[in-house]
């Protein structure tokens, strides 16, 4: 069912006619409304270099992931920070997703004005506006949020202002490995974070526990992280401290989420769980550091192995080829202020000259060897048919770092027609 604030929050989206990465615009027009123009990608509709989305394979990874979940007993609250695009969340919901993964006050804000209902913040709620702005929120009696905590202090400072705003807020203990990110270390150190949450009656309400297992890079460690969990949220629940029913177990990045899935869909806590794993980018996923995860899970995984076809790139960046200033190198007009640059940098995929029937697969030599804000440098054969005006696609790794770069990404369907527009609200 829609929401009348998602109602409201959709029918002031525009796509502005100076926006980067669009063609000749003449009046803002919705985003669903960008297909009426009848824009063509390989028509050079667009200005480029633009990031671009695949209807199909969005389609795709969003089933594979929803499927992948349901057979652990699992739910999905992936990491909207990520995308940070409410039109994106509200795919991944009606698909069945539990809730959707936030890191700010302020990103919790956006999603709540676009109609979702359930927020899981995998952060530390910490600072006296950031704490008003989720009170101010609580004040819709269908939203449900939770955010983390790992120290006594915390849960004090958190007692005291929404204790005064007269609204409970819901949290999860965070349990962290040492030398990791946040999260409670030892298990020393969890008796006086309980007794913290004991004195503070209704206001902080303990909801369950929560790791983020991807600070780690072993399985093994993994393991022990996840079993540490589902021990910790068992005498939880013996003990009577649990405030919510279902108690919520969650993990999971992008990396890691199998064997998140393994560990703790063997919880058994002796009451309903909800189990959430909280994966970001496996809906555009990506063809770096996410795709040689996600190898390693279609290898060993007993339930990937089972699912036709694996997780798909669906975000490209395409930009015009700008120079040949000399053999083996192309420059093209794209850079750091269009696409992450990372420990892999884009892969150029595909190559188009206007006028050609399609594109056609870019050369496996290939490849990005430097960037610059506005120019990449790609490494080429000294006697390429290459021309100044084709145009190049770049698959990326880590998609978080693309999507942040634009305020409005084009989806395009199997044959190249813009079919939608995509805001963004970084």
């Known amino acids: 069912m829609v929401q009348a604030g998602e109602a409201a929050a959709a029918a002031t989206e525009t796509v502005s006619p100076l926006d980067k990465g669009l063609g000749l615009l003449q009046a803002p027009c919705a985003p669903q409304d960008i297909a009426s123009l009848g824009w063509n990608l390989l028509r050079e509709d667009l200005a480029l270099p633009a990031a671009v989305l695949s209807q199909s394979r969005l389609a795709h990874n969003l089933a594979w992931m929803q499927d992948f979940v349901r057979a652990y007993g699992a ?14 969340f509200r795919r991944q919901l009606d698909a069945g997703a539990w809730g959707i993964t936030l890191a700010t006050a302020q990103q919790t804000r956006v ?11 995998a952060n530390q709620l910490v600072g006296r506006a ?10 819709d009696p269908g939203f449900e949020f939770f955010c983390l905590v790992d120290a006594a202090d915390q849960v ?23 030398g990791g ?53 068992q005498r939880l629940a013996r003990e009577g401290r649990l405030r919510r029913s279902p108690a919520v177990l969650t993990g999971a990045g992008s990396a890691w989420y199998d064997v998140v899935a ?3 869909g063997r919880a058994d806590i002796g009451g309903p769980l909800d189990l959430v794993l909280r994966p970001g980018c496996y809906l555009t996923h990506d063809a770096g550091i996410y795709q040689a995860a996600q190898a390693r899970i279609d290898r060993t995984n007993p339930v990937a192995q089972r699912m036709q076809a694996s997780l798909l790139p669906a975000l490209q960046v395409w930009a015009y080829v700008q120079s040949l200033p000399e ?14 640059f990372e420990a892999v940098p884009p892969r150029p995929v595909l190559r188009y000259r206007p006028g050609d029937a399609r594109p056609v697969a870019a050369p496996v ?34 998609p978080c770092l693309t999507f942040d770069k634009w305020r409005q990404i084009a989806v395009v369907d199997d044959g190249y027609d813009v079919v939608e527009v995509i805001p963004t609200y970084f």
């Not at 950031?130 to 004040?139: C, G, K, Q, S, T």
């Not at 053999?327 to 992450?340: C, E, Y």
């Not at 430097?370 to 048919?385: L, P, S």
């Open 156 to 178: 004090a400072r958190l007692a005291d202002h929404f204790g005064a705003a007269g609204r409970p807020v819901q949290v999860l203990i965070e349990l962290g490995p040492p």
């Open 75 to 88: 739910q999905l609250a992936p990491h909207g920070k990520t995308t940070m695009a409410p039109r994106l």
């Open 111 to 121: 999603a709540h004005a676009h109609g979702v209902r359930r927020v899981l913040m």
């Open 181 to 233: 990110r946040t999260g409670v270390r030892e298990d020393a150190q969890m008796q006086p974070l309980l007794d913290a949450l004991a004195r503070t009656g209704s206001a902080v309400q303990l909801a369950g526990i929560e790791v983020y297992e991807g600070v780690l890079k072993q399985e093994d460690e993994i393991r022990t992280l996840l079993g540490r969990a589902v021990h910790w949220l």
């Open 130 to 139: 950031n704490m008003a702005m989720v009170a101010d929120l609580l004040e």
């Open 262 to 264: 393994e560990e703790f």
């Open 365 to 398: 030599h290939w490849e990005v060897t430097a960037m610059m804000d506005q120019h990449a440098f790609v490494k080429i054969a000294g006697d390429e048919d290459l021309r100044i005006g084709d145009m190049l696609a770049f698959d990326i790794s880590h």
């Open 327 to 340: 053999p083996g190198r192309a420059i093209v007009a794209m850079g750091k202020r269009d696409t992450a």
